[in-house]
């Protein structure tokens, strides 16, 4: 097993995690610490039931993405063509930058409330 395979099982694992993560924030209606800020009072947010509700369709969509791309990298679908590899894996930094950028915007207005 080389070192690719693995860093593609644990990008996958991360998906699952991300995945994991999106479905307790709905139905347990708790914001997660992985999607906000370290130290961040989660007990003084302005609006958690609108953040949970903003975030959890992009969260769940992210998680999912990365599984898919983790598994289609760990199964070497793209192995015989490199373009659209790393088309995939660009498109995957494309996809976590906006994901990063709305869930900044929604710390802000839901939860510290600018």
């Known amino acids: 097993m080389n070192f690719g ?3 593609d099982l ?7 995690y991300t995945v994991y993560w999106a479905v307790q924030m709905k139905s347990t209606n ?5 999607l906000v800020g370290k130290n961040f009072p989660i ?6 039931a609108g953040f949970i509700q903003f975030t959890f369709p992009f ?4 998680g999912m993405i990365i599984v898919a791309v983790g598994l289609i ?8 063509y490199p373009i659209a590899e790393t088309m995939m894996w660009m ?3 494309i996809v976590l930058v906006v994901y990063s950028v709305l869930l900044m915007r929604a710390q802000k207005k ?5």
């Open 5 to 7: 395979i693995i860093l």
């Open 43 to 48: 007990n003084r947010a302005k609006d958690p």
């Open 30 to 34: 708790k914001i997660p610490p992985m």
């Open 10 to 16: 644990l990008i996958m694992l991360c998906g699952v």
């Open 59 to 62: 969260t769940l969509a992210v």
């Open 91 to 93: 498109l995957l930094i």
């Open 110 to 114: 839901y939860l510290v409330g600018m």
């Open 73 to 80: 990298s760990t199964l070497g679908f793209f192995t015989t």
